[in-house]
């Protein structure tokens, strides 16, 4: 097993560009979260789903969207970048609403400029 | 909104010093996960703690769960290089939703 996979690794955008993160799993979780690390910080939560076709939002949501087309795959958009975004993106997914571990993938490391 | 107080930010200690990372928390938790970063990596699971006062051990490290389940420690006897990282909490608020509350972390450095 993969695990929890993202794509792309590394990604330099410039200001009002859009970008699609893709995070893919095969564990059959049904819960999957984005989440966002600046330097010196925790997690953030930006959205999450607790099941194909569900998304709901985080604590900073703005300026993301999401889409759960699949149960193996969750989809970031950022539709119109700003260097505020420039952070390290990191998925996860679990098979419970609580009590169970939640599993990273390896992160995406984004560059607004 | 809900918060997980996590300290200390850094802890520098020599290579088999003792580390100690505290989490607390206003709010009843439901239970509490702990996770390792290691420097330019992802989060991975230690443990999770869910009964109050509840202890568990791994090795060096042990994990305390308040008896109030409002507050959880980390502590690492005789601290190694691999256990270099950041080392952060996270907590289901009893009766939220299906979000995890993070700390901030603290980062564990080995002083040369």
């Known amino acids: 097993n993969a695990g929890v996979t993202q794509t792309p690794k590394f990604r330099v955008l410039k200001t009002g560009q859009s970008m699609t993160l893709l995070c893919a799993q095969d564990m059959n979780h049904e819960y999957m979260y984005w989440y966002r690390q600046d330097p010196g910080m925790g997690l953030r939560l930006i959205h999450y789903s607790v099941g194909e076709g569900t998304t709901a939002k985080g604590e900073v949501p703005d300026g993301y969207n999401v889409s759960r087309l699949k149960k193996q795959n969750f989809l970031l958009g950022l539709e119109s970048a700003a260097p505020s975004q420039t952070s390290v993106y990191f998925c996860?997914?679990?098979?419970?609403?609580?009590?169970?571990?939640?599993?990273f993938g390896p992160g995406t490391r984004l560059t607004v400029t | 909104g809900q918060q997980v107080m996590q300290i200390p930010q850094y802890q520098h200690v020599q290579e088999g010093e003792d580390f100690t990372t505290y989490c607390n928390s206003s709010?009843?938790?439901?239970?509490i996960q702990w996770y390792k970063q290691r420097p330019g990596g992802h989060p991975v699971f230690l443990i999770q703690l869910v009964k109050s006062g509840e202890v568990k051990k791994q090795k060096r490290l042990t994990f305390q769960f308040g008896e109030a389940k409002k507050n959880s420690s980390l502590h690492i006897t005789a601290t190694q290089t691999t256990d270099v990282g950041t080392y952060f909490c996270a907590a289901n608020i009893m009766d939220s939703n299906y979000q995890l509350i993070w700390g901030a972390g603290t980062k564990l450095i080995i002083k040369p």
């Open positions: 996860a997914s679990s098979n419970s609403r609580d009590f169970h571990e939640q599993y």
């Open positions: 709010t009843t938790l439901s239970n």
